[in-house]
């Protein structure tokens, strides 16, 4: 029953995603693993439709438009990650596109929302939580608007709490997100990659949290205070930078875990097509990490290493670009924040 089921701690998902699970459970005339795959699927449609949007903000023709639906739509990683792996990535990133292309369509209620969502579906929504800073430096959201944040996680945990689950436990889901697998790495092209395995893993996790902070805040900080000059094209840039970063810097991440990179990539093209290696290189990266995640026999001796270089040269390549964007950007609106 629901209340049974939600007022203990099952498993290391958030209550959200855990609401969809029990409807699962709930349908017994079809094998599960087909039913979860169609809720990830389902929201393949949710974030390609929100690509096609961040795309239109540049393409107004409606054939381009499609051009860049069906790119988000069909990206290798898109249909690996859900319709053969049975994984739920796109669930969360695709609240992230639509924050993004709310706050970017000045529709900030709806913005904040979505980012509150996000993180209420998985921690890994974390990565582009940053550009909240960004968004509210180039006059994108205000003070008022931050408040749909709690409001929007806490209404998504709602039915969990009123199951009976103490809020106390909620959280405990992020903490064991975090501390459940302790490596390094786990498949992902981060930067553990070029260190061998007998190294501290405590220690270098404490580092790793550290760094990953002090260049985040650096960076939104830099283009914080560039303010409402930023145009559309250097927030969106912004957050591609954010999306390779994070899952570069930080400790424990899967090989799944540059999914937001993949799916943001194809926006980033269509602002940016002489970047085009950008976003190609993080979704091949990508995409050999679920081929050697998956055991696909010809891609377990790609050199790791070597692939994480290169996603590192790509993710210094995208944060210059978006700092020469800010600097140069001409002022985007003379509005005052409200």
């Not at 501290?200 to 902070?213: A, D, H, K, V």
């Not at 026999?297 to 050199?303: D, E, L, S, V």
């Amino acid at each position: 029953g629901f209340v049974e089921a939600f007022a203990r701690n099952i498993g290391d998902y958030t209550p959200p995603y855990m609401y969809l699970l029990y409807l699962v459970s709930r349908v017994p005339q079809l094998p599960d693993v087909y039913l979860i795959k169609f809720f990830s699927i389902g929201f393949d449609y949710m974030a390609a439709f929100f690509v096609m949007q961040l795309a239109g903000l540049k393409h107004k023709g409606l054939g381009a438009q499609l051009g860049f639906l069906m790119l988000g739509l069909w990206g290798p990683t898109v249909l690996l990650n859900g319709a053969y792996w049975a994984q739920c990535d796109i669930i969360y990133a695709g609240f992230l596109l639509g924050g993004l292309y709310f706050a970017l369509a000045d529709k900030p209620y709806r913005a904040v929302a979505f980012f509150g969502v996000a993180m209420a579906l998985k921690l890994q929504a974390v990565f582009l939580m940053p550009m909240l800073l960004v968004l509210y430096g180039a006059r994108k959201i205000s003070l008022k608007h931050v408040l749909m944040f709690p409001l929007a996680f806490f209404a998504a945990m709602l039915p969990a709490i009123a199951a009976g689950k103490p809020i106390a436990d909620i959280f405990e889901v992020y903490q064991a997100q975090m501390t459940n697998y302790p490596k390094l790495t786990l498949g992902a092209l981060s930067i553990y990659q070029l260190l061998p395995e007998t190294v501290s893993y405590r220690m270098f996790y404490n580092l790793g949290l550290q760094i990953t902070l002090a260049v985040s805040v650096m960076f939104c900080g830099a283009l914080y205070a560039r303010g409402k000059r930023l145009t559309e094209g250097a927030i969106l840039s912004a957050a591609m930078t954010l999306a390779l970063a994070m899952p570069l810097l930080l400790p424990c991440m899967h090989e799944r875990y540059f999914f937001v990179a993949d799916v943001l990539g194809v926006a980033f093209f269509a602002h940016f097509p002489r970047k085009w290696y950008i976003p190609a290189s993080v979704i091949f990266g990508s995409l050999v990490c679920y081929l050697v995640g998956l055991h696909a026999a010809p891609w377990r001796g790609m050199p790791m290493q070597v692939l994480t270089v290169l996603l590192a040269v790509m993710t210094g390549l995208c944060a210059a670009h978006t700092l020469r964007l800010a600097r140069g950007a001409p002022c985007a609106s003379d509005a005052q924040r409200v």
